[in-house]
């Protein structure tokens, strides 16, 4: 029993470690309009394809240590790192749901997320060309495994007194659910606009929102945004903090100075105040926690399974 369920565990982590490999290349090429299929893995300076050994998923990072077999040069360690959390929360995937349906609707969902956190963490953007498909999914994937929000039984029964078929059910869900995460971020967006006269976040944070509410209903979308600005909160606090006494760009601060617009202290805590955090990595970050530990909670009756 044991030894089965560990060989399921390892393939799950195979399988997930190779997808890892192909949501690098769309965390690479989706931002500058690139194909993610032509042409094959190559480098960016010496422009030589990879060859099949140097591009195992994890292992050929570690053989070529980190370095491009033709020219030297370094290879990020976002590659490796990513192909093995990929991994990682396949194999969550699967001891949360087990080898039903639902385990795959959530891996279809954390690709989705890898590559938006990682993009936005990078480039500071989040690509429509993942938000609009991976919406579509969302929708699509609740005629059959719905968000198990129950907004919408109850919207149904109360005001039409019928209870329309569970697909119908499903996706009316995951419409309120993309309907509630979009109007909260639009909301706080512009709220924050008005306050402080600059925009605060882009757009591509409210259709990501939308994306994740068709997946995870009001109330995954709730706990997302709640527990993903508490995390970009405290990361923020503790970034300004970081960079302020780390004397980030005095260099500027004392030009500023010398041009009489204030004192360096104060100018240098103006412009740590003025460095954007990745909201789409707080928010993807808590996504998959409400999806990979809500069912932890779940099994004490305080949350439904999805």
Partial sequence: MWQSRNVVIALFFLFGIIIGSFLNVCIARIPYGMSIVLPASHCPRCEKPIK???????????????????????ISAMYPIIEFMTGVLFVSCYLSFGLTIATFKWIFFTCLIVVLAVTDLRERILPDDVNWPGFGLGLALATRI????????????????????????????????????SFMLWAAATGYKLVRKREG???GDVKMMAMVGAFLGIRGAFFTILIGTLLGSIIGVLTISVLYLARWKNGVAQRGNRRG???????????????QLPLGTFLGIAALLVVHFMPLVEKQGLWPRY
């Fill in 52 to 74: 099949p050994y140097d591009n195992i998923p994890v292992l050929g990072w570690i053989i070529l240590r980190g370095k491009c077999r033709s020219c030297g040069l370094p």
């Fill in 146 to 181: 719905p968000p198990q929000d129950g907004t919408a039984g109850w919207l149904c029964e109360r005001f039409i007194h019928h209870v329309p078929p569970e697909w119908v059910v499903g996706v009316i869900d995951a419409l309120l659910g993309a309907a509630f995460g």
């Fill in 201 to 203: 976040m882009g757009m």
């Fill in 261 to 275: 617009l204030g004192k360096v202290n104060e100018l240098r805590l103006a412009l740590a105040l003025h460095y």
